[in-house]
């Protein structure tokens, strides 16, 4: 990384649908000026077939256009361990020679997933008080 490089962010998630906890989530990170680029990966397994992962990446796109969007192929069961799961997302980034340097989430889990990878964690709002939303919570009323 050169020095007017600050490095990627990224942010993983299933989006279904986005909330405005999502967009304090994204827009959290695309103004931190630790990071130069955010990339954000969109799935679920099992996948929502009311609104798929690249429908929903379609969404962020076109609210988000200048972070980088992708739905990984064969992601492991939502149910899978989380140490399944940051592999996945850690040997996702090194088949596409990407490392980030923060990792933003509103979870709990989010300071072991970053270390996994080998970046820093930016939590954001964990106690959801700025947008008190879950996505489980909006996908049992639709």
Same mark, same amino acid.
């Given at each position: 990384?050169?020095?007017?490089?600050?490095?990627?962010?990224?942010?993983?998630?299933?989006?279904?649908?986005?909330?405005?906890?999502?967009?304090?989530?994204?827009?959290?990170?695309?103004?931190? %000026?630790?990071? @130069?680029?955010?990339?954000?990966? =969109? +799935?679920?397994?099992?996948?929502?077939?009311?609104?798929? *992962?690249?429908?929903?990446?379609?969404?962020?796109?076109?609210?988000?256009?200048?972070?980088?969007?992708?739905?990984?192929?064969?992601?492991?069961?939502?149910?899978?361990?989380?140490?399944?799961?940051?592999?996945?997302?850690?040997?996702?980034? %090194?088949?596409? @020679?990407?490392?980030?340097?923060? =990792? +933003?989430?509103?979870?709990?889990?989010?300071?072991?997933? *970053?270390?996994?990878?080998?970046?820093?964690?930016?939590?954001?709002?964990?106690?959801?008080?700025?947008?008190?939303?879950?996505?489980?919570?909006?996908?049992?009323?639709?």
């Amino acid at each position: 990384m050169g020095p007017d490089r600050r490095g990627t962010g990224l942010i993983v998630g299933k989006f279904a649908p986005p909330h405005k906890g999502h967009q304090f989530l994204i827009e959290t990170a695309l103004e931190d %000026e630790n990071i @130069d680029e955010l990339i954000i990966l =969109v +799935y679920a397994n099992p996948d929502f077939p009311e609104m798929p *992962a690249e429908r929903r990446a379609a969404w962020l796109r076109e609210l988000y256009p200048s972070a980088k969007i992708y739905v990984p192929e064969n992601p492991p069961p939502d149910a899978a361990d989380d140490f399944t799961q940051c592999e996945f997302v850690k040997g996702w980034l %090194e088949r596409q @020679d990407l490392h980030a340097v923060r =990792v +933003y989430t509103s979870e709990a889990y989010g300071a072991g997933f *970053a270390q996994h990878i080998g970046a820093k964690h930016a939590l954001v709002d964990l106690e959801r008080k700025r947008f008190p939303i879950w996505g489980t919570r909006v996908r049992e009323v639709l």
